[in-house]
């Protein structure tokens, strides 16, 4: 599982965004990733330094947290603050400037063994986008030798449950609204078409 919030000493640090805040405009503007990034990732990790201050989680590495503490419900503050700065800060390398189109190499084979064609697979992660409930993620995993679309509700997150996360795209309103209200769908589709960082996807694969 790899660190995507850098840490210093005991604390740890946001990471810097991979691209300009006005870099994935108009799909996403910069001003709902100044909100996003700039508050709501910031706020995950300032709230996490601050519950871990003098605990045994002190010294603990963001992956470390986020395994150690899933379904354990006493637990349950540390594992939200930890598993939203990790899969926000996985969200943001998800995503590029002019991005989408189609992935290469081994990546695209699979997603053609595990979904017959990119078009079913690009169908599949949008149904699961808009079915999902209230808060949460879509993410596309790898299983061994295979793909799967997955979402997570809130925090959860599949690195935390033994699946490789290969790619994601945040459905909680903040990630959205201001540019697309409530259409959760028009935003997945964007994400898809316009934003989806498939060298990244691919680097992820075991």
């Not at 989680?57 to 006493?74: F, N, P, Q, S």
């Not at 960082?197 to 680097?203: D, Q």
Request: charged share 20%; glycine share 10%.
């Amino acid at each position: 599982m790899s660190e995507d919030v850098t840490q210093v000493g005991f604390a740890h640090v946001l990471p810097s965004l991979p691209y300009a805040e006005n870099a994935l405009a108009p799909v996403i503007s910069a001003g709902t990733m100044g909100f996003h990034y700039g508050k709501h990732h910031k706020g995950y990790v300032d709230n996490l330094n601050k519950m871990i201050a003098g605990t045994e989680y002190a010294d603990w590495t963001l992956a470390r947290l986020v395994c150690g503490t899933v379904g354990k419900i006493e637990k349950s503050a540390f594992f939200n603050n930890a598993a939203q700065a990790w899969n926000h800060a996985f969200f943001w390398r998800s995503m590029k400037p002019e991005g989408g189109g189609l992935p290469s190499g081994r990546l695209m084979v699979l997603i053609g063994k595990s979904f017959g064609t990119f078009d079913k697979f690009k169908e599949a992660f949008l149904a699961a986008a808009v079915a999902q409930f209230g808060s949460g993620w879509v993410w596309l995993v790898q299983e061994g030798d295979g793909l799967k679309i997955v979402k997570t509700s809130n925090a959860d997150t599949p690195v935390a449950h033994g699946q490789t996360a290969l790619l994601t795209c945040d459905v909680w309103e903040h990630a959205y609204y201001l540019d697309y209200q409530n259409r959760r769908k028009d935003f997945v589709q964007a994400f898809l078409d316009h934003l989806a960082n498939w060298e990244f996807a691919a680097s992820q694969l075991k």
